[in-house]
């Protein structure tokens, strides 16, 4: 492409709407109608190409949310649907997704109507300015319960602290331009952190602040587990921190147990005290024996990414795309 058909697909951009979608009937109805308002809105208004369209990727639901988007494919509007052969996990499912929607440009946004719609034409804005991703930030978390905030606050901290790259209060709302997404599909990693892996990317950034709403209906599809489980990819996946924190304790624990090794020398030649009862042996050798474990944990969790990275199984399946972008009628 020239510099000037560059610069036209950057006027007028197919725009794709990404959202991957886990046993979301109760609020499909309504992100469907509000998505497909917004399409028309901004066809009309000259921002986006009339080919514009939202992908649902239905990552292997439950409920009736495949036969929903079915549905609105059929009907012949800008609905496309991608399904997924079982419950891949919401970063496999968004993945899958982005690398199977076309487009010029592609947002991805959760299906739950928390991400705040009004602040696409700004990140198309960015996009035309010349930035190649765009990053929606949250500007408050006053809406999260103490514990989700204190936990996120953490864990944004933690992971600077451990030199590894991330954007505070950005999760996976954000736009991609199609050059981003062809230099993302280089990187063959088995384990994804999308929020961390994008910003090795490159290229010009930009971020646009915006509130989180409560979600519209339907349950939290990341329980505790599921976002504990998130919070450990990012950190085994970016940073081999953890291994070094262990070979930090255990050269610590070493220099101290000379130290008090001297120590005993010292009481047995110089004074005539008993050396101390059994606390001192015993509270160590638990001590010790938990920080092993410990470490034997973690060490075989980054071992169990090795053989899982080198089995290079997929990371989805494809069972079913609906809709006019695939060629469906
Ligand atoms: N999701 C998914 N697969 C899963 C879990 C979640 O595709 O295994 C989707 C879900 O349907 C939603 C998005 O990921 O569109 C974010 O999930 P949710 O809104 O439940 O997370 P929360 O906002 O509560 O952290
Ligand atoms: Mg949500």
Redesign the pocket.
């Known amino acids: 492409m020239d510099v000037q058909e560059q610069a036209k697909v950057r006027e007028l951009p197919v725009l794709g709407l990404v959202?991957?979608?886990?046993?979301?009937q109760e609020v499909l109805p309504e992100t469907t109608a509000r998505l497909c308002a917004l399409l028309d809105r901004m066809k009309a208004s000259g921002d986006i190409a009339a080919d514009s369209a939202i992908f649902y990727?239905d990552?292997?639901s439950r409920d009736s949310t495949w036969q929903l988007i079915d549905d609105y494919a059929r009907q012949g509007g800008a609905v496309c649907g991608i399904k997924l052969s079982r419950?891949?996990?919401?970063q496999n499912?968004?993945l899958c997704g982005l690398m199977t929607a076309p487009g010029d440009v592609l947002i991805s946004?959760?299906?739950?109507l928390?991400d705040d719609l009004e602040i696409i034409p700004a990140m198309l804005d960015a996009y035309r300015k010349g930035s190649e991703i765009v990053f929606a930030v949250r500007s408050r978390r006053d809406k999260d319960s103490f514990f989700k905030r204190f936990f996120a606050e953490s864990y944004y901290k933690f992971f600077a602290f451990m030199g590894a790259q991330i954007i505070y209060n950005h999760?996976?709302y954000r736009l991609m331009s199609r050059r981003a997404l062809e230099t993302l599909r280089e990187y063959d990693e088995s384990h994804l952190f999308l929020r961390a892996l994008i910003l090795q990317l490159g290229f010009k950034t930009s971020t646009v602040e915006f509130e989180r709403a409560e979600?519209y209906a339907?349950?939290?599809?990341?329980p505790v587990s599921?976002?504990l489980a998130l919070a450990w990819q990012g950190i085994t996946s970016f940073t081999a921190y953890p291994l070094r924190l262990i070979t930090g304790a255990g050269a610590a624990v070493s220099l101290g147990s000379i130290v008090l090794a001297a120590w005993a020398l010292a009481v047995r030649i110089f004074t005539d005290d008993a050396l101390p009862g059994w606390a001192s042996v015993v509270i160590p050798m638990y001590f010790l024996g938990g920080v092993q474990l410990l470490s034997l944990g973690i060490f075989g969790e980054y071992l169990a990414k090795v053989y899982e990275s080198s089995k290079r199984r997929p990371r989805f399946h494809v069972e079913l795309v609906c809709g006019r972008r695939f060629g469906a009628r």
């Open positions: 959202l991957p979608c886990y046993n979301e990727v990552d292997g419950n891949r996990g919401h499912a968004l946004l959760d299906a739950d928390q999760a996976d979600r339907g349950v939290s599809k990341y599921k976002m």
